[in-house]
């Protein structure tokens, strides 16, 4: 009798893993059978918007039908997409903005911020158990309706909250303050973020920049990178433990820090991009989480910008976002290369376009990528549209993409 219980509890089991394989088979979009919706040839739909020649933005929408095979933009405004599930997404939709949601098959988009006030957002990442990490300012007036207008009213003043799923209710805060991208765990509720809280430059009257007190600033102003597991109390409140700084600008030199995505099961590796007066206006590094020690990875042109974006689902990769121009400022073109983490070889996976794909993801299961879109104004960053790449479709129309090593 004890075999045969011992039996049918590993049959219930199995029952339960093969249950649970084909839902994740059946969920995960990187098997090809996803239907994406086409926001271009929707009418009267929030995906789609029709000022942009009244606001000086472009319409990527007049060009797709040109895109490359596997290019399908998901809508013409937003910026900074993070993948929720295998088939829907969040993002920005402006510098400082709402954060939103979208479903890519049935093309449902809707407002997460809209039932509290708030000054708006500058990011929002999906920590490990589903909730939402958002960024931005405690307070000011609240942002604009329209995403085609450049917003970055509190860019720099920044504070981390957590909106709890399903969303429903008002961001906790976790009494941190941040600046600009957060590097966020896929296996445990650990983060990074950056103390930074100025902008880059000091601009004159004019709209210049004045040399010498941005040179100080570069010098003189404190940065760093730290990180923390967010906890919850019995009443679901969060908050941080085992925080810690990791590296600062002491460390590697007059630079501003900002962290982009964990490597590793265990978090292992930190990818981190340094600011400043260092080769190209930007550094890519690589930190080990256990002694603090950092790797500077070689530029893939040679010169010019490159900063770390998304981490493939498997650690061995990650996109590099590249300008030959010296500071990667608004208008810039963009390269974008997938960079072995093991080996150092490169790869360009899109070349400069009219679209410009740019701050790329990689989905669940690595096969698709979200993008931002080329805009018009505001600082790096801002986007005027989602792009979906699917990598698989994208690669079998450029077999001969070019390779090299740059380590």
Known sequence: MRELKLATSHIVVLVMILARLASADAEEPDRGSMTVFDSCAAENHPAR???????????????????????????NWGTKPQWLTPTSFVFVSNLVGDVFRMDIESGEIDRLTGHFSHAGF?????????????????????????????????????????????????????????????AVSRETMQIAWSTTNVPFYVPNPDGSIALLATGLRYLCQPTSIRTGRIVYDAEGVPRL???????????????????????????ESLLVSAYGIVDGFSDRILVDMTD???????????????????????????????????????????????????????RIVTEPSAVSPHEPVFSPGGRWALTATAARGGWPGYSAGILLIDLEAHAKSDPESRSQTTR
């Open 49 to 75: 918007l029709t000022h942009h020649a009244s606001a000086g933005q472009p319409d990527h929408c007049e060009s797709a039908a040109d895109f490359p095979p596997g290019w399908s933009l998901l809508t």
């Open 292 to 346: 603090g020690s950092s790797d500077k990875m070689a530029h893939p042109r040679g010169g010019g910008y490159d900063e770390w974006e998304g981490v493939h689902p498997s650690g061995d990769s990650a996109f590099v976002e590249v300008s030959d121009s010296a500071i990667g400022e608004p208008g810039a073109s963009w390269f974008l290369y997938l960079y072995d983490l093991a080996t150092g070889a490169c």
């Open 241 to 267: 433990e085992e925080e810690r700084e990791v590296i600062s600008k002491w460390n590697v030199g007059a630079v501003f820090l900002e962290p982009q995505d964990f490597v590793g099961r265990s978090d």
């Open 122 to 182: 500058t990011r929002v990442h999906v920590l490990s158990n589903g909730d939402l990490l958002l960024l931005g300012p405690s307070h000011g007036s609240p942002p604009p309706r329209n995403p085609l207008v450049p917003h970055d009213a509190g860019m720099f003043n920044g504070d981390l909250f957590v909106l709890r799923r399903p969303f429903a209710g008002e961001p906790l805060p976790l009494h941190r303050n941040a600046w600009e991208g957060i």
